[in-house]
């Protein structure tokens, strides 16, 4: 069974950054050699002139305007690793800087979709309380990276994620029972702006789903991604593009794979719905519709193999170039998650809280 390394940093913003750089810092670099090379490579063969550590930069220059919390912690994990920050931030937002570097959204690719979302609000949940749950799908190397991170901030709540190695949170639970997590969307009107993993971080600081709705709302986004919230009281989804937010919230339960949903939005896809998307959406929402749902039937959708190489559980061997190398059930209420590291019948699946 498959792992999940934790690592847990206390202190200042750039104390706690350095302290994650260190413990992790061979696994930061070897993430970093595959993610810059691939983005420098992608960029330079569809733009001539784009040019993806340039748009990174730029990027992480609006973060320290944006979020100074961030960019400081952000530059304490490079310190702590010996990195670049700027090739830093641009292996951690690969996907964002690389559209961005090129105008437009890169085509949706196996490549680069993937991820399955299920949110379960109150009244049909088995506990009684929100549940929300995802998988993170990318490149079958990733694998080799994924950690859990608990922080423990000397201001702001405490959280617990699942991340990359040198990376922010990326899907996890705060100490006040926000939990967060995104999927990846490609939309034209992409832009020099925040990419999605410091939006998330961003995020993590907030004390429930009212505030993190309105900083979701009001950033400057680099491209489009879709971000789902929990908190005790309740779920939602947001479908972002670089400008535009469009939430869904309610008593029935939401699921979202890597396509739009909003009508105005899916007209500027760059492609159709991958056959991968609409096949894992329509899985997701038969089992969503039972009458309740608890962390038992989340863990079996996610390991679920009945559409073969479009389930939601996807397996290196399937060839796809894209497979699940993280699972995360979020208990807002009970302020803890379970996770697992590679897909959800592979990986030792574990309990944390912040």
């Known amino acids: 069974m498959l792992t999940l390394p934790l690592i847990e940093v206390s202190g200042t913003a750039r104390s706690m950054g350095r302290a994650h750089g260190e413990a992790v810092r061979d696994l930061v670099r070897g993430f970093m050699a ?25 990027c992480l220059g609006l973060l320290r305007t944006w979020d100074a919390v961030g960019w400081d912690e952000h530059h304490g994990v490079a310190e702590g690793a010996g990195v670049d920050p700027v090739e830093l931030y641009a292996a ?30 109150a009244a049909r949940s088995a506990t009684g309380a929100p549940l929300a749950a995802q998988t993170w799908d990318l490149n079958p190397p990733d694998l080799a990276f994924v950690i859990a991170l608990r922080r423990r901030p000397l201001d702001g709540p405490a959280t617990v994620s ?54 979701l709302a009001a950033t400057p986004r680099a491209a489009a991604h879709s971000y789902w919230l929990a908190d005790p009281t309740g779920i939602e989804d947001w479908e972002c593009t670089a400008d535009a937010a469009v939430p869904r919230g309610g008593e029935a339960p939401l699921c979202r794979t890597n396509h739009c949903l909003d009508a105005a939005h899916a007209a500027r896809e760059d492609e159709p719905p991958t056959a991968s998307s609409a096949a894992r959406l329509a899985h997701a929402r038969a089992v969503l519709a ?20 479009d389930s939601i559980n996807r397996y290196v061997e399937d060839g796809t170039g894209t497979s699940t190398n993280a699972c995360l059930i979020a208990e807002p209420r009970e302020r803890r998650i379970h996770a697992c590291r590679g897909p959800a019948d592979r990986g030792a699946w574990v309990t944390l809280s912040p």
Request: proline letters at 4%; a positive charge; charged letters at 20%.
């Open 290 to 309: 039972a009458p309740r749902l608890g962390v038992t039937d989340l863990r079996a959708l996610f390991a679920d193999r009945s559409q073969g190489v």
């Open 34 to 58: 595959d993610r810059v090379r691939a983005g420098a490579v992608f960029v330079r063969q569809r733009r001539r002139d784009g040019d993806f550590l340039a748009t990174a930069a730029a």
């Open 162 to 215: 699942v991340t990359c190695a040198g990376c922010p949170n990326l899907m996890g639970l705060n100490a006040h029972g926000l939990a967060f997590g995104t999927t990846n969307l490609k939309v034209h009107g992409v832009r020099a702006g925040i990419p999605y993993l410091s939006i998330l971080h961003r995020l993590s600081r907030c004390a429930d789903r009212a505030e993190a709705a309105g900083v």
């Open 92 to 121: 951690c937002n690969l996907t964002d800087i690389r559209d961005a570097a090129c105008f437009r959204p890169l085509a949706a690719s196996a490549e680069s979709e993937g991820c399955t979302t299920a949110l379960v609000p």
